[in-house]
T-cell receptor, first 113, second 114 residues
Framework: GESVGLHLPTLSVQEGDNSIINCAYS??????FIWYKQESGKGPQFIID?????DKRQGQRVTVLLNKTVKHLSLQIAATQPGDSAVYFC????????????FGTGTLLAVQP | DSGVTQTPKHLITATGQRVTLRCSPR?????VYWYQQSLDQGLQFLIQ?????ERAKGNILERFSAQQFPDLHSELNLSSLELGDSALYFC??????WGIGELFFGEGSRLTVL
């Protein structure tokens, strides 16, 4: 498949290590945030979401942390596996009448065996 | 498989031409979103429809237009194509219309303008 975003920030981790992918969002009024994973040649897939009234949410092997004070979002992946290799996007919903899900530029996670 | 179907998967055309991209949302989803993904721009929100009506607009060029039909499928029309319009165009759908909820993305339509 084709790679997406040849100039993306890249995070390289060893298999089995924990990964932390960071994202700065732009709109202090955003009320909902999602992390998506995009594998080469495929559409983005939902990983986990969090509403603005929360600061942490856990899923299976993934945790999202939200810091509204500094408009920062992070995705933690525990025990990273080769299948986790992909581009990861955070997205924020501007909310209210605008109703736009705006994506960040993405981070390429490369898992080394 | 997300349940969102996009056609065609690949399209090659010339500058100045017009193309139509088609999207069938997941069964039961009323919202359809269109995104453009190019190498240097990431995923750019173009437009959203909910149950046939335009709900939100992003950075969609005037040369582009979209609509959602009564059967909820959507079409994105791109006209007077330029080289810079070459990109992956994704359609996504969701049940809700206000963005609170998961978007399910199709596999995309890759447009190449020569």
């Amino acid at each position: 498949g084709e790679s997406v975003g040849l100039h993306l920030p890249t995070l390289s981790v060893q298999e089995g290590d924990n990964s932390i992918i960071n994202c700065a969002y732009s709109n202090s009024a955003s009320d909902y945030f999602i992390w998506y994973k995009q594998e080469s040649g495929k559409g983005p897939q939902f990983i986990i979401d969090i509403r603005s009234n929360m600061d942490k949410r856990q899923g299976q092997r993934v945790t999202v942390l939200l810091n509204k004070t500094v408009k920062h979002l992070s995705l933690q992946i525990a025990a990273t596996q080769p299948g986790d290799s992909a581009v990861y996007f955070c997205a924020e919903n501007y909310g209210g009448a605008t109703n736009k899900l705006i994506f960040g530029t993405g981070t390429l996670l490369a898992v080394q065996p | 498989d997300s349940g969102v179907t996009q056609t065609p998967k690949h399209l090659i055309t010339a500058t100045g031409q017009r193309v139509t991209l088609r999207c069938s949302p997941r069964s039961g989803d009323l919202s359809v979103y269109w995104y453009q993904q190019s190498l240097d721009q990431g995923l750019q929100f173009l437009i959203q429809y909910y149950n046939g009506e335009e709900r939100a607009k992003g950075n969609i060029l005037e040369r582009f237009s979209a609509q959602q039909f009564p059967d909820l499928h959507s079409e994105l029309n791109l006209s007077s194509l330029e080289l810079g319009d070459s990109a992956l165009y994704f359609c996504a759908s969701s049940v809700v219309g206000w963005g609170i909820g998961e978007l399910f993305f199709g596999e995309g339509s890759r447009l190449t303008v020569l």
